[in-house]
């Protein structure tokens, strides 16, 4: 009878136990997506314009993903001598522009698809337990629309997302590290990344610091694509 007793005793502090984590769980994101949605709507200032605002950029979503879109070469940077195009499985040298999207490497590489995605994968990545990479893709030419907004900034703006680019990837020798034998399709290919992906520091909040500190115009935080691309809507 004692037994008995105790056991129910134990199991009874067991659900207690999974009960708490669980509305604790619950608790944490709902608060976090209530934070998101705020802190998206709040835009940081941007620069002031004037006549010097004259580089395009664009912040690019595929709907869940933002990638940094620049010129592929102007008078302020040539990337294609640092990310050569012939480490896409093209190698085409018509290209125009050089997109940058910064993320969890193991959600890279071992998630091609919402179908490929693993527990083990989404728990690293969410709680900075992996490692980071860089995925660039080159275009010909840019279409804006719902997930792809265009954003004039000036010379000392741009310079200063260029070394925030090239600070967000690993290097030797001044080189990109590439990861060989990754690809999405024909134009992009994948380097290794500094820092670490987790629900504070994700992909899309990669992209809004680089728009922050280029001057642009930005979330005060997000974790998300909308808040940029409602920050930076036609007016």
């Given at each position: 009878?004692?037994n008995?007793?105790?056991?129910?005793?134990?199991?009874?502090?067991?659900?207690?136990?999974?009960?708490?984590?669980?509305?604790?769980?619950?608790?944490?994101?709902v608060?976090?997506?209530i934070f998101a949605?705020?802190f998206?709507?709040?835009p940081?200032d941007?620069?002031?314009?004037?006549?010097?605002?004259?580089?395009?950029?664009?912040i690019?979503?595929?709907?869940?993903?933002?990638d940094l879109?620049?010129?592929?070469?102007?008078?302020?940077?040539?990337?294609?001598?640092?990310?050569?195009?012939?480490?896409?499985?093209?190698?085409?040298?018509?290209?125009?522009?050089?997109?940058?999207?910064?993320?969890d490497?193991g959600f890279?590489?071992n998630?091609?698809?919402?179908?490929?995605?693993?527990f083990s994968?989404a728990?690293?990545?969410?709680?900075?337990?992996?490692?980071s990479a860089?995925?660039?893709t080159?275009?010909?030419?840019?279409?804006?629309?719902?997930?792809?907004?265009?954003?004039?900034i000036?010379?000392?703006?741009y310079?200063?997302?260029?070394?925030?680019?090239?600070?967000?990837?690993?290097?030797?020798q001044n080189?990109?590290?590439?990861?060989?034998?990754y690809?999405y399709?024909d134009?992009?290919?994948f380097y290794?990344?500094?820092?670490?992906?987790?629900?504070?520091n994700?992909?899309?909040s990669?992209?809004?610091?680089g728009?922050?500190?280029?001057?642009a115009k930005?979330?005060?935080?997000?974790?998300f694509?909308?808040?940029?691309?409602?920050?930076n809507?036609?007016?």
């Amino acid at each position: 009878m004692y037994n008995a007793s105790l056991l129910k005793t134990k199991i009874f502090f067991i659900f207690k136990i999974a009960f708490n984590v669980l509305l604790g769980t619950i608790e944490f994101f709902v608060f976090y997506f209530i934070f998101a949605v705020v802190f998206s709507l709040i835009p940081v200032d941007a620069f002031d314009k004037t006549a010097e605002d004259e580089i395009e950029i664009f912040i690019r979503s595929n709907g869940v993903h933002t990638d940094l879109v620049l010129p592929a070469v102007n008078e302020y940077k040539d990337w294609t001598r640092q990310i050569p195009v012939a480490n896409t499985l093209v190698n085409d040298p018509s290209v125009n522009y050089i997109a940058f999207g910064w993320g969890d490497k193991g959600f890279y590489l071992n998630t091609p698809t919402w179908g490929d995605l693993t527990f083990s994968t989404a728990f690293k990545a969410m709680f900075a337990l992996g490692t980071s990479a860089m995925h660039v893709t080159y275009y010909k030419n840019i279409k804006t629309g719902e997930n792809c907004k265009r954003i004039k900034i000036n010379k000392a703006g741009y310079i200063k997302l260029i070394q925030y680019i090239e600070e967000s990837f690993a290097m030797e020798q001044n080189v990109p590290v590439l990861i060989s034998g990754y690809h999405y399709g024909d134009y992009d290919s994948f380097y290794e990344a500094k820092g670490k992906y987790s629900l504070i520091n994700t992909c899309n909040s990669w992209t809004n610091a680089g728009l922050k500190n280029c001057g642009a115009k930005a979330c005060l935080w997000t974790p998300f694509d909308k808040g940029m691309l409602y920050q930076n809507r036609e007016e």
